[in-house]
């Protein structure tokens, strides 16, 4: 992501404007670019997210939904933001390794999913 102008040099272009529609227009304009960023961010976030929930779809064999499930549980339990654990979830691709807290609580979600599964 690519700020075109940060937030100091916004205030200083609101500032600056002569006329009240200038003033209103840069104003949209500086919401839109926040907008933006805020999209720009959870496109990213959602893409990691996808991928972990197919990872977990993929150790125990379920749903989209099931695999949601998990891993909001794990974020629950572990106290960390769903997207963070997707990312550390993900990251395990990439040689690095699961932190024991949650790879102990990932462990415990799988096993209650396959119990279920059994019932």
Same mark, same amino acid.
């Given at each position: 992501?690519?700020?075109? $102008? $940060?937030?100091?040099? %916004?205030?200083?272009?609101?500032?600056?404007?002569?006329? =009240?529609?200038?003033?209103?227009? #840069?104003?949209?304009?500086?919401? #839109?670019?926040? *907008?933006? %960023?805020?999209?720009?961010?959870?496109?990213?976030?959602? =893409?990691?997210?996808?991928?972990?929930?197919?990872?977990?779809?993929?150790?125990?064999?379920? &749903? &989209?939904?099931?695999?949601?499930?998990?891993?909001?549980?794990? &974020?629950?339990?572990?106290?960390? *933001?769903?997207?963070?654990?997707?990312? $550390?979830?993900?990251? $395990?691709?990439?040689?690095?390794?699961?932190?024991?807290?949650?790879?102990?609580?990932?462990?415990?979600?799988?096993? &209650?999913?396959?119990?279920?599964?059994?019932?």
């Amino acid at each position: 992501m690519h700020q075109l $102008t $940060t937030p100091s040099e %916004e205030q200083r272009l609101l500032r600056t404007v002569p006329s =009240a529609g200038e003033a209103a227009l #840069l104003s949209e304009v500086v919401e #839109l670019r926040a *907008k933006n %960023e805020q999209l720009e961010h959870a496109l990213v976030s959602r =893409a990691v997210i996808d991928q972990a929930r197919g990872m977990v779809m993929a150790l125990a064999p379920c &749903s &989209s939904e099931r695999a949601w499930d998990v891993l909001v549980d794990l &974020s629950q339990h572990c106290n960390i *933001k769903l997207r963070d654990v997707a990312g $550390t979830l993900v990251a $395990t691709t990439k040689d690095r390794t699961l932190p024991e807290p949650m790879q102990r609580e990932l462990r415990r979600a799988l096993r &209650s999913l396959h119990l279920a599964d059994r019932r």
